[in-house]
């Protein structure tokens, strides 16, 4: 079956610093990969959508310029937190979509805990 | 952005009991879709159920759409103590959007 990798599955950094988060879709190509960050006993929030070779698309409140998304090849989008700060501190999941025959199916990463310091 | 709720959002039984939970949108979809969760970890993905569809079952899984009143449920029948979980549903409109999700306990 189709399989998300995402990297790394913990980081914990300095406060003023940037976070890069890999998500790559190993035996498919996804066109369209999703972000979403989750704070304790919480759903998940989506954050954007990832498109191959154009802009992200951000949910309302999301800011842009905080989480840099670049979405490059068909395999591999990567989310980076700039300046963290404590409060981005989170649990952050990617998804990757491909159409499964009938329609489209979402594969989730194993999610990335970030813990700002 | 977040569409479904559900209901209830904590729930406690013991082993070998049904367990329950509803959830509502708000606008038309492709699909819903459930998930469980572990402590914080990865998703895994239970059952969709298109929007054309009312009824589904997958093992101890059973799911309802209601497309007309946009709510749908999921029933976990005969639990168990590793069914301890998160439960979310999930909307597929063209990305998908999670629902508050509901905290389920198994006691053995």
């Known amino acids: 079956g189709a399989v998300v990798s995402q990297h790394p599955s913990w980081v914990i950094c300095k406060s003023g610093t940037s976070v890069k988060i890999e998500c790559r879709s190993l035996?498919?190509?996804?066109?369209?990969m999703f972000w979403y960050r989750q704070f304790p006993k919480q759903s998940l929030m989506l954050m954007a959508t990832?498109?191959?070779?154009?802009?992200?698309?951000?949910e309302q409140g999301v800011e842009k310029d905080k989480f840099l998304i670049n979405h490059a090849s068909l395999t591999l989008s990567t989310l980076t937190v700039t300046s963290a700060h404590p409060e981005d501190s989170s649990f952050y999941i990617c998804?990757?979509?491909?159409?499964?025959?009938?329609?489209?199916?979402?594969?989730f990463g194993s999610g990335t805990r970030l813990t700002v310091v | 952005s977040q569409q479904g709720e559900e209901d209830p959002q904590a729930l406690s039984i013991q082993e070998g009991e049904n367990a329950t939970m509803n959830c509502s949108y708000k606008t038309s979809i492709n699909n819903l879709q459930w998930y469980r969760q572990n402590s914080g970890r990865g998703l895994v993905h239970l059952i969709l159920?298109?929007?054309?569809?009312r009824e589904k079952h997958s093992g101890r899984l059973r799911v309802t759409l209601d497309t007309s009143k946009k709510s749908s449920s999921l029933l976990i029948t005969a639990s168990r103590a590793a069914d301890t979980a998160s439960y979310f549903c999930?909307?597929?409109?063209?990305?998908?959007?999670f629902g508050k999700g509901m905290k389920l306990t198994v006691n053995p």
């Open positions: 998804s990757a979509r491909d159409f499964q025959g009938r329609s489209y199916g979402y594969t």
């Open positions: 035996d498919f190509q996804a066109t369209t």
């Open positions: 999930a909307t597929d409109t063209e990305k998908l959007v």
């Open positions: 990832s498109n191959e070779g154009s802009k992200a698309t951000y």
């Open positions: 159920i298109r929007s054309n569809e």
